[in-house]
C-alpha cells in the first residue's frame, strides 16, 4: 500500500485525511482507488452486512 502511495507521491496522512473526510477508517478499508483528478474510491463493503459474500451467491439477474 504504501509503495503505490509513494509512487502517487502521496504518503499516509494524505490517505489518512481524505478517509477521515468521507468518516472512514484505514483499518475498516477493503479497497481504497486514486482516480483522475485525486478522486479517491473507497471499498468497505462487508459480507455480512446482507448476505451477498461469494458463498451465497445465486445466479440470475436479482444478485
Known sequence: ????LK????DRDWL???L???GKKVEDTILATYLE???L??????????????????PGRDN
Not at 500500500?1 to 503505490?4: F, I, K, V
Request: glycine share 8%; hydrophobic share 15%; net charge positive.
Open 1 to 4: 500500500m504504501y509503495h503505490n
Open 7 to 10: 509512487y502517487l507521491q502521496l
Open 16 to 18: 489518512n485525511n481524505e
Open 20 to 22: 477521515r473526510k468521507k
Open 37 to 39: 483528478g485525486g478522486k
Open 41 to 58: 474510491f473507497i471499498d468497505n463493503y462487508k459480507e455480512n452486512e446482507d448476505n451477498r459474500g461469494l458463498y451465497n451467491y445465486k
